[in-house]
């Protein structure tokens, strides 16, 4: 599936970490998205900020699976110099386990003398404007635009000597495994008119079939009878025959149907869901990677 689709200011941001690198940086942010933690990682970031230790923040846990996200956690954690934790919205005070996980990822930094320079990214949607309305806000810290390094970037002062760094604008990876393209657009993080619905609804519904706790999910909500020899497109079509997408004459809105069970799963009506395991993904990167 190609998606044509690319935040704005892809150069603008990339200025800005470049420079973010040059003036001082000790620890990177990766803001993830928990139901995707791999499609959601940007291949791009980590070449920008090659050597900098990188605390993964799985945003959004809450409408993820739990024991994915803990199969997640200790995968990350496994890598060197990275350092991952789960989060979502309804954590309250996230600045104390942000700030614990990175002066970890940096023993050697802390002290008015030398502060802790840390920078946050993630992929459109992922919540990163969320969390740092939280983090800024809780912690009434000074924001505004750091003087000499680029006009636009954030500061936000989290701690006397640790300072959080927000880039504006988005850096958007090239999309090299399909399976992660379907799951970005699963999961909302592409605009809307970049994919075809229809096509990733299917995608979807295949992926979820596949995994016995999913496919109860699916059955639950719909209402759905046995759906073994159903192919994927009538599945879709039972959905929207269920949820009344109707087109006149009995048949069924696929384009509707779509939309609906999209909407659904992202909004958790179908339950935690999460698409992708780390060990699916080292699957599908290592296709991709013989194409
Ligand atoms: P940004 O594009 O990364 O800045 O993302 P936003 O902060 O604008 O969030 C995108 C959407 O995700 C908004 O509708 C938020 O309300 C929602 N959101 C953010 N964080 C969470 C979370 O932890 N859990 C859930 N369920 N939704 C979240």
């Not at 920078?119 to 912690?139: D, F, W």
Request: hydrophobic share 40%.
């Amino acid at each position: 599936m190609a998606i044509n689709w690319f935040p704005g200011h892809m150069n603008s941001t990339r200025n800005a970490i470049n420079d973010r690198m040059k003036a001082g940086l000790d620890v990177v942010i990766e803001l993830l998205d928990a139901r995707l933690p791999g499609s959601s990682a940007n291949p791009l970031l980590a070449q920008l900020t090659a050597g900098k230790p990188t605390l993964k923040l799985l945003n959004k846990q809450d409408l993820a699976d739990p024991e994915r996200t803990a199969l997640w956690l200790a995968h990350y954690n496994s890598l060197p110099d990275t350092r991952a934790i789960g989060l979502d919205a309804s954590n309250k005070a996230p600045a104390q386990a942000l700030i614990k996980a990175c002066r970890e990822l940096a023993p050697l930094r802390g002290g008015m003398v030398k502060p802790l320079r840390v920078l946050i990214c993630g992929i459109p949607n992922v919540g990163k404007s969320t969390l740092i309305n939280t983090l800024a806000s809780k912690r009434s810290a000074k924001t505004g635009d750091e003087p000499g390094i680029t006009k636009v970037e954030q500061k936000i002062v989290l701690d006397q000597d640790f300072y959080l760094f927000d880039t504006p604008g988005m850096l958007w990876p090239k999309i090299a495994i399909e399976e992660s393209g379907y799951n970005l657009a699963a999961s909302g993080a592409v605009g809307r008119n970049a994919f075809d619905e229809e096509e990733v609804a299917l995608e979807l519904l295949a992926y979820l079939r596949r995994h016995p706790a999913y496919l109860d999910m699916l059955k639950a909500r719909y209402k759905l009878g046995e759906v073994e020899g159903m192919n994927d497109e009538q599945l879709l079509t039972e959905i929207g025959r269920k949820r009344g997408a109707m087109l006149g004459g009995g048949r069924v809105n696929l384009q509707k149907a779509a939309e609906v069970l999209m909407y659904e799963f992202r909004q958790k009506v179908l339950g935690p869901i999460s698409l992708e395991t780390p060990e699916e993904f080292k699957a599908w990167a290592a296709v991709a990677e013989e194409r």
